[in-house]
C-alpha cells in the first residue's frame, strides 16, 4: 500500500500525458463490533462495505484518474472496547495503510478512535449517536446514520400525539450511548408534555429484566420507550414485558432493532409496537439491497447498513470527481460539496452545521413505523423537524 | 394492594432466579468439594445445554423432557471426557487447574461464536399462558421453571445418598485420604463428579432456554451468580448451595425491584465480600482446616 | 492447595559459580538492552512501535501480579488496581492539572496504601477464597466507576488526557513514550530482581512453598503477604497511569476481569517462576490477538488452546525453552 501511494504519485503525474487504464488495489478498513451483543450493527457496516466493493469490482473497478482500483475490504473486530478499537485503528492506519474507515461503532470507541484518525487525516463513517461524535475537532469524521438527537423531537411528537401516552417507563443501558439517547428521548417527551415517570439503568450484560420491568410497570405507566438499548436486548424487553402482562403499546425511538424484537419476542408480541423506520422498506432499491444483504449474511439486514452503503457511495463519486484515493484532504472537500447526490437511499445531503459545528451528517428522509403481524408498516415519514 | 402485587411478582421472580441458581452453584460446588478444582467453565456448560435443549426441541420436535434428558447426558458425558483429558493432568495443583478451566471457558465459548453465531435465537414456549390468582398473574413458563428445578435436584439428592457411586463421591469429599483407603478410585470418581456437575448446569440452561434466549453469550451471568452463591454458601457445601442460591435470587429479585438494578449488583457483591470477611467459610461451611 | 503450588519468581541460587553466571547473566542482558534500544530501527511503522509500547506495559502488569503471586496468592482483581491508577493519574490531570509524572507517582502511592489497608483484610482469606474475594472486589470497582458519575465520568469515559511529560519535553509520540516505558520496564525488573535477592524474597519465597512451616519457623506471614501485595498494587496502579497518559482514554471499560486473565496468561505463558518469563510471555501473548484480528471468533479459540497447551506440555513457559538448550546457564534468573 505505501508502494501503492508512491506508484500513484508518479503515475498520476504519468497520467496527464498517459491515459492508459492500469489494475490498482484501494483498501477500505472496517472497524465495528464482530462479536458480542452489537453484531448486528457491526455486521450492517461490514456487509455495506463489502457490498459496495462487489458492485464496483464486478464493473472492473473504481476508475479515478485514469487507473482502475479493485476495492479490498480489511475488517476488524473491536469488541466494543474502545482499547481494542483503539489498538485497531493504529493497525488500520499505520501497518494496513488505509485511509478510509468504515468505522468506528458505539460512542467509547468512537471517543478513542477520533484523535487518532483525525491525527492521520483518516476519513471515518461512524455509527456513534454521540453528539461528540461530529465536531470541527474532527474534520475528518462523517456520520451516515441519524442519531437520536436528530429524529426523537419529531418522531416521539408524533407518536405522543397519536397515543396520547403521558407516563412512559423505559430501562437503558448503563453506557454512553445507552445514557445519551435516554437523555435524547427523555427531553423530547417532556417537550410534548409526557414524562418518564419510571427510568432504570441496568448494566449490559444483564439478561433477567423481570424484576426492574416490574418495578417500572407499577408505576401505571402508558407506553414502554426501548431507548437506545442494542438490539437483543430490545428483544428480550419486549419478550418480558409481554409476559408480565404489558399489553399497551411499546415504542423504540432508538436504533433499528426491529429483526431482533421480532426473532426473540416472536410477532404476537412485538404487535403495536412504535418504532423508528430509517429506510422505507417498501422501496424497491431497498428491498433488493435487503434481499442481496440477506442472501450474504445469512441473517435478517440492520437497517443501518444501506446507509453506511450510500456514505460509500458518495466517498466513491468523491474519489472520481476529486481524482484522488490518496488525498483525503480532497476527497473530504469534494464529497462535502455533493448535495442532492442519488444513493440507495434515494437523494442524500450533508446537514449539521447549526447542531454540531459541522456538516458532515448525512441527510435522509426517516419514518414511523408500526409493526402489524411481524412486518414494520410505515405510519409516517418524516424529517427534522416534523412527522406527517 | 399494589404493594402486595409487587411484593408477590418479586417473591415469583426470586423463585425462578433462585432456582437457576441453585442448580449452577450445586453443580459448582460439587466439583470444589470433591476435587478442589474452581470450575470457571462451567457457565459455558449451562450454555452448551441451553444450545442442545434449543436444537433438540425445536429441530427433532420431541417432548421437553426428552431434550432435558439428552442435554444432560450428552453435555455430562462431554464433562467427563474434558475432566479425564484436559483437568486430570493438573491433580493436586489447584492453581494450573483453575487457569486450565479459564482456558476451556474462552475455547468452548469461542467455538459456540463461530459455530452457531452471535446472534441470539429465540426458544418457543414449553407451556404457553399465565396463571391468574386474583390480581396475581404468574407466567406458567417461569412456574415450571421452579417444579423442573426442585425435582432435578431431588433426583440429584436421591443419587447422592442412596447410590453407591453418590455415597462414594460424598465420601471423597469429606475425607479424600479415608476414601482412597477404602478402595474408592478416584480416576473413576473424578470424572463422574465433573460430569455430574456440568450435567446440572446443563440442565439449567436447558431450563432457562425458552425464558431469556439462546446464544454463546448466556453461561456468563450464571456463573458469576454461581460464585456470589457458594461463597455465601460456603464452598463445598451442598445444602449451603441451595440455601444461598434461592437467597440470592431473592435479595437480588426483591433489591432489584425496589431500588433498581444498580443497588442489586453493587449490594450483592458487597455482601458477599462481608460475609467472606466475617465467615470465610461461608454461611453453611465448614471452615477448612 | 494454592499456597503450596505457587512458588516465588526468581530463586536464589547459592552456587559457587556464581560469578561466572552474573558475567553470563550481565552479557545476556546488556544484548538484550542493546536490542532493545534499537527496537525502533526494526520497527518499520508506527503500529509496531505501538505493539512495543504495549507488550513493554503488559510485561510490567505480569511482573507487579507475579509479585503477589510469589507469597502464594493469586489475585484476580489486579485490573482493578491498574485501573485505579489510571484514574487517579488522569483525574488529577484533568481536574487539578497537576502534572502526569506527579500524577503517576501519586496514582502508585495511593493503590499501595489502599492495597496494605485492603490486603490487611483481605489477605487473611486463604487459596480459593483470596481469588474469589478479589474476583468480587474487581466486579466492584467496575461498577463503582461506572456508576460514579460525577467523579469518574461514567461510561462515558475520559477524554483529553494529556501526554507525560518530562521536564518540559512531551513524551507524546508513540517513539518518545517507547524509551520512556523502555526504562520504567528496566526499573521495575532491577527493583523486583533485587527485591527477590534480599531478605523479603527468601521470606516470599517460605511462604509460597509451606505456608504453615513458614509461619511454624517464626516468619511474620501477614505482614509480608501484605508487602508484596502492596508493593505488586503500587507497580501496577503507577504503571496504569503510565498507560492511561499513553492511550489518553478511559472508560471503566478498559480494565477489567477479562485483563486480569490476560496477565495472569502472560505470567503462565512466559514462565511462572521466572521474572523473565513476564517479558516472554508479554512478546507472545500481546501481538497474537493481532495475527488474528480479522477472524473473529477463532482468535480467542487459539487464545484458549495456547493457554491450555502450555499448561500441558511447557508448564514452566517459554523459559523452560532456552533452558532445554542452554541448561543452568539461565538458572540465576530463576
Known sequence: ?388 | MEYAILLAQAALNGLVIGAMYVLMAVGFTLTFGIMRVVNFAHGEFYMLGAFTAFFTYVYWDIPFVLCLLIAAVTIGVLGALVERALIQPFRGDETSAMIATLAISVIIQNSAIVIWGPTPRQMPDIVQGTLLLGPFSFPWSRLLVIAAAALIFAAFWLFMQATRIGRAMRAVAQDKEAALIQGIRINTIYPLAFGLSVALAALAGALMGPVFSVSPFVGLTPMLKAFVVVILGGLGSIPGAVVGGLLLGLIESFTATMFGSLVADILQLLLVILILLVRPAGLLGQREV | ?334
Not at chain 3, 136 to 151: D, H, R
Open chain 3, 1 to 334: 492447595m494454592l499456597e503450596t503450588s505457587s512458588p516465588a519468581l526468581p530463586k536464589l541460587e547459592r552456587s559457587q559459580t556464581a560469578e561466572s553466571r552474573n558475567l553470563r547473566q550481565g552479557a545476556v542482558i546488556a544484548v538484550l538492552l542493546a536490542v532493545a534500544i534499537g527496537v525502533p530501527q526494526f520497527a518499520t511503522n508506527q503500529f509496531y512501535l505501538h505493539l512495543a509500547n504495549m507488550i513493554l506495559l503488559n510485561a510490567i502488569f505480569a511482573m507487579s501480579l507475579g509479585l503477589i503471586m510469589s507469597v502464594g496468592q493469586i489475585s484476580l482483581g489486579h485490573a482493578a488496581f491498574v485501573a485505579a491508577g489510571a484514574y487517579i493519574s488522569a483525574l488529577a490531570a484533568l481536574d487539578f492539572k497537576l502534572p502526569p509524572l506527579l500524577g503517576i507517582l501519586l496514582a502508585g502511592l495511593v493503590t499501595g496504601f489502599s492495597a496494605a489497608l485492603l490486603g490487611k483484610v483481605l489477605l487473611r482469606l486463604r487459596g480459593v477464597y483470596f481469588v474469589l474475594v478479589t474476583f468480587l472486589a474487581g466486579q466492584v470497582f467496575t461498577l463503582i466507576a461506572l456508576n460514579w458519575e460525577s467523579v469518574t465520568h461514567g461510561a462515558n469515559g475520559i477524554v483529553g488526557i494529556p501526554a507525560i511529560s518530562l521536564f518540559g519535553f512531551p513524551l507524546g509520540t508513540r517513539l518518545r513514550f517507547y524509551y520512556f516505558a523502555l526504562g520504567l520496564f528496566v526499573l521495575v525488573f532491577a527493583f523486583v530482581w533485587a527485591l527477590m535477592r534480599s531478605q523479603y524474597g527468601r521470606a516470599f519465597r517460605s511462604i509460597a512453598e509451606n505456608l504453615r512451616l513458614a509461619e511454624a519457623s517464626g516468619i511474620d506471614v501477614s505482614r509480608y503477604q501484605v508487602i508484596a501485595f502492596s508493593l505488586g498494587s503500587s507497580i501496577a496502579g503507577a504503571t496504569g497511569a503510565v498507560m492511561v497518559h499513553y492511550v489518553r482514554f478511559l472508560s471503566p471499560d478498559s480494565f477489567t476481569f477479562t485483563d486480569s486473565i490476560a496477565y495472569i496468561t502472560i505470567l503462565v505463558v512466559g514462565g511462572r517462576h521466572a521474572l523473565i518469563g513476564c517479558l516472554l510471555g508479554s512478546l507472545f501473548m500481546t501481538p497474537l490477538p493481532e495475527a488474528l484480528r480479522g477472524l473473529v471468533g477463532t482468535q480467542h479459540i487459539l487464545y484458549g488452546v495456547i493457554l491450555l497447551g502450555m499448561l500441558l506440555f511447557l508448564p514452566e513457559g517459554l523459559v523452560s525453552i532456552g533452558r532445554l538448550f542452554s541448561r543452568g546457564s539461565s538458572r540465576g534468573t530463576r
Open chain 1, 1 to 388: 500500500m505505501r508502494k501503492l501511494s508512491k506508484i500513484a504519485i508518479v503515475s498520476c503525474a504519468l497520467s496527464l500525458s498517459l491515459p492508459a487504464v492500469s489494475a490498482e488495489t484501494l483498501k477500505l478498513g472496517v472497524l465495528a463490533t464482530l462479536s458480542g451483543s452489537g453484531t448486528a450493527w457491526g455486521i450492517a457496516m461490514q456487509g455495506a462495505a463489502e457490498l459496495a466493493a462487489e458492485d464496483v469490482n464486478s464493473r472492473g473497478g473504481l476508475e479515478v484518474a485514469g487507473k482502475k482500483y479493485t476495492v479490498e475490504i480489511t475488517a476488524y473486530d473491536d469488541r466494543y472496547k474502545a482499547a481494542d478499537a483503539l489498538t485497531a485503528v493504529n493497525r488500520l492506519i499505520f501497518d494496513d495503510q488505509i485511509k478510509f474507515i468504515v468505522g468506528p461503532l458505539g460512542s467509547a470507541p468512537a471517543l478513542a478512535v477520533l484523535p487518532v484518525s483525525t491525527e492521520n487525516k483518516v476519513i471515518t463513517m461512524t455509527l456513534a449517536f454521540t453528539p461528540k461524535a461530529l465536531s470541527p475537532d474532527f474534520p475528518y469524521s462523517f456520520r451516515p446514520v441519524i442519531p437520536t438527537d436528530v429524529f426523537s423531537d419529531p418522531q416521539v411528537k408524533w407518536v405522543v400525539d397519536k397515543l396520547g401516552a403521558k407516563r412512559i417507563g423505559t430501562l437503558y443501558p448503563n453506557d454512553e450511548s445507552g445514557q445519551q439517547v435516554s437523555i435524547a428521548n427523555e427531553a423530547a417527551y417532556n417537550k410534548v408534555g409526557a414524562t418518564f415517570v419510571a427510568k432504570e439503568p441496568f448494566e449490559r450484560e444483564r439478561v433477567d429484566f423481570v424484576p426492574l420491568l416490574t418495578r417500572v410497570l407499577a408505576q401505571k405507566i402508558d407506553a414502554f420507550e426501548l431507548d437506545g438499548n442494542a438490539p437483543q436486548t430490545a428483544g428480550l424487553l419486549v419478550k418480558q414485558l409481554r409476559e408480565l402482562g404489558f399489553k399497551g403499546p411499546i415504542i423504540r425511538t432508538g436504533g433499528d432493532a426491529t429483526p431482533d424484537i421480532l426473532q426473540i419476542a416472536g410477532k404476537e408480541a412485538a404487535e403495536n409496537i412504535y418504532v423508528h423506520q430509517a429506510v422505507d422498506p417498501a422501496s424497491p432499491v431497498m428491498k433488493e439491497y435487503t434481499r442481496r444483504f440477506e442472501a450474504k449474511y445469512k441473517v435478517p439486514m440492520n437497517a443501518f447498513s444501506p446507509f453506511f452503503y450510500a456514505n460509500i457511495q458518495a466517498l466513491f463519486s468523491a474519489m472520481k470527481q476529486a481524482g484522488t484515493v490518496t488525498d483525503t484532504d480532497k476527497v473530504r472537500e469534494t464529497m462535502l460539496g455533493m448535495s442532492n447526490f442519488a444513493t440507495v437511499l434515494g437523494k442524500v445531503n450533508w446537514t449539521g452545521e447549526a447542531q454540531w459545528k459541522s456538516n458532515q451528517q448525512l441527510d435522509a428522509p426517516f419514518y414511523v413505523a408500526v409493526l402489524k403481524d411481524g412486518a414494520p408498516q410505515i405510519v409516517a415519514r418524516c424529517n427534522p423537524t416534523e412527522c406527517k
